[in-house]
């Protein structure tokens, strides 16, 4: 067992109007040019959701860090904060795992903002450490390299605007988008450097968001710690140890429970969500994979261990059992009687033009999965798995090939060969983990439910993250994709 991550709109503003052909539109008085925020208004306030986010490529397999503030400053030098925490592990991590976030947003914080032009922003953190995966003699090495004071240091971040941010209407939010390969230099074990460099957009809040550039949050792992059913509402506290207030409507969709009336404090789940108009959050999914979870975390397995069903893995977010220490387990163990699981996060795998199956039989190191269990003891392969569920991750690489399979179009993805899944496969893979036989390369499917938010067209040799559901097929990776985006510089 390690010690966790060791401590070593379309703006919303005024009335909106349904009109019978179905065109959203707003009512006059808003101010603005279309497409445009409508202007400050003095004396005014906003309501601003902090959203984290990353960019990324496959170098690293995790980058924390302990966020301690956020603000906004105008030209005149008013500074507005926007979120404020110590760095106190209790019962929770306190950090913010962001190669999780590649190409997705969860919620930092929501704060009330005076109207008005901010032309900076400052982040200050407390802790920061990244993790890179390597093969050496026949084996798998994790480098973990932290500083206690980020920045060299000085708990100093960079916060790049490219261009100043308008604050006005009612709700809006702002992307603090983690540039990681401009965050960290590796020279060697002991020759590195944490300066944590962020891109701050505004996010144009939809009014029916699809994705996290126009408000949806996807992916969130959350304990919930509150039920309020006469309010329809519940509390959910995610693995930095915020929280958030989720309605609950007609329209959200539950899996693996029965709806609001079934959901107590102390369950674990994973939620989608859209911001709402008063800057709120209302939840569009919530999956409980096992309503007698007590503990739960995000892996990436690495190596396998023994006994035969066990996982070396780097952690990417954890909850820890009730009263147990701010620990985050570097194994796991699953046997016969693991139930396994496919996130419900894509609702097009019966449409697939292959089988997309995920058990015992066909799970591959590399794969991102959310592992929970019953149990708090720990067995000699680690954590005691209750249940493995397959979630999204996001791979970067070149298109090597372009084809049509049905509705879907089929990239095919060339990967570095850093990147986790061929790093794994120079191991000898032992069952019951499957061996691939081109690790570096993935065929990736794509069809009307995708997000393409890629700049341009794609076409062979475009650099492209891809986020969505990796599968072993005989040997063969594929993903079913939720999401397109400009890819990194290997």
């Given at each position: 067992m390690r010690k966790s991550f060791e401590i070593r709109s379309f703006l919303l503003c005024g009335l909106l109007f349904l009109t019978g052909t179905g065109m959203l539109i707003s009512l006059a008085g808003c101010g603005g040019s279309p497409g445009q925020p409508p202007k400050p208004v003095p004396g005014a306030t906003t309501n601003v959701m902090v959203l984290l986010t990353s960019t990324a490529n496959d170098k690293l397999t995790q980058f924390d860090m302990a966020i301690?503030?956020?603000?906004?400053?105008?030209?005149?030098?008013?500074?507005?904060?926007?979120?404020?925490?110590?760095?106190?592990?209790?019962?929770?991590?306190?950090?913010?795992?962001?190669?999780?976030?590649?190409?997705?947003?969860?919620?930092?914080?929501?704060?009330?903002?005076p109207q008005g032009t901010y032309t900076s922003a400052t982040v200050k953190v407390a802790y920061?450490?990244?993790?890179?995966?390597?093969?050496?003699?026949?084996?798998?090495?994790?480098?973990?390299?932290?500083?206690?004071?980020?920045?060299?240091?000085?708990?100093?971040?960079?916060?790049?605007?490219?261009?100043?941010?308008?604050?006005?209407?009612?709700?809006?939010?702002?992307?603090?988008?983690l540039q990681v390969s401009q965050s960290y230099t590796l020279a060697s074990s002991s020759s590195y450097t944490i300066s944590p460099v962020f891109k701050l957009t505004p996010v144009t809040v939809s009014g029916n968001p699809?994705?996290?550039?126009?408000?949806?949050?996807?992916?969130?792992?959350?304990?919930?710690?509150?039920?309020?059913?006469?309010?329809?509402?519940?509390?959910?506290q995610t693995a930095d140890g915020i929280s958030f207030t989720f309605s609950s409507s007609s329209g959200t969709q539950y899996e693996g429970i029965a709806g609001l009336s079934a959901l107590s404090a102390g369950q674990l789940v994973n939620l989608d969500g859209a911001i709402q108009a008063n800057g709120t959050l209302l939840a569009t999914r919530l999956e409980v994979a096992n309503l007698s979870a007590i503990t739960s975390d995000l892996f990436l397995p690495l190596s396998p261990a023994s006994p035969v069903g066990s996982a070396i893995s780097q952690p990417l977010d954890c909850f820890p059992a009730p009263g147990a220490a701010p620990l985050c387990q570097s194994a796991f163990f699953f046997s016969s009687s693991t139930a396994f699981h496919i996130s419900g996060q894509m609702n097009n795998l019966?449409?697939?033009?292959?089988?997309?199956?995920?058990?015992?039989?066909?799970?591959?190191?590399?794969?991102?999965?959310?592992?929970?269990?019953?149990?708090?003891?720990?067995?000699?392969?680690?954590?005691?798995?209750?249940?493995?569920?397959?979630?999204?991750?996001?791979?970067n690489g070149t298109v090597t090939a372009i084809a049509n399979a049905g509705a879907f179009t089929v990239y095919t993805l060339a990967l570095a060969p850093y990147d986790a899944v061929p790093t794994t496969q120079q191991l000898a893979?032992?069952?019951?983990?499957?061996?691939?036989a081109n690790p570096t390369t993935v065929q990736v499917y794509v069809d009307g439910n995708t997000q393409q938010l890629q700049s341009g067209s794609i076409a062979h040799g475009s650099l492209l993250r891809f986020r969505g559901l990796l599968f072993d097929d005989s040997g063969a990776l594929r993903m079913d994709c939720g999401e397109v985006l400009d890819g990194v510089p290997e």
């Open positions: 301690t503030s956020v603000s906004l400053s105008d030209s005149a030098g008013n500074t507005v904060t926007l979120f404020n925490k110590p760095f106190v592990q209790n019962g929770n991590t306190g950090l913010t795992e962001f190669m999780r976030l590649n190409g997705v947003s969860k919620p930092l914080a929501t704060a009330t903002v920061c450490e990244f993790a890179n995966a390597s093969v050496a003699a026949g084996g798998m090495v994790t480098l973990i390299a932290a500083e206690g004071t980020c920045g060299q240091g000085t708990g100093n971040t960079t916060v790049n605007l490219p261009s100043p941010i308008t604050i006005s209407g009612a709700t809006m939010a702002l992307s603090f988008n699809t994705n996290d550039s126009n408000g949806k949050i996807s992916g969130t792992d959350a304990l919930i710690t509150s039920v309020n059913l006469s309010g329809g509402t519940f509390v959910a019966q449409n697939l033009p292959f089988i997309p199956a995920f058990d015992s039989l066909n799970f591959v190191l590399g794969q991102n999965v959310s592992v929970a269990s019953s149990t708090s003891q720990l067995g000699s392969g680690g954590m005691l798995a209750t249940d493995v569920t397959l979630v999204p991750q996001t791979l893979v032992v069952a019951p983990f499957s061996a691939i």
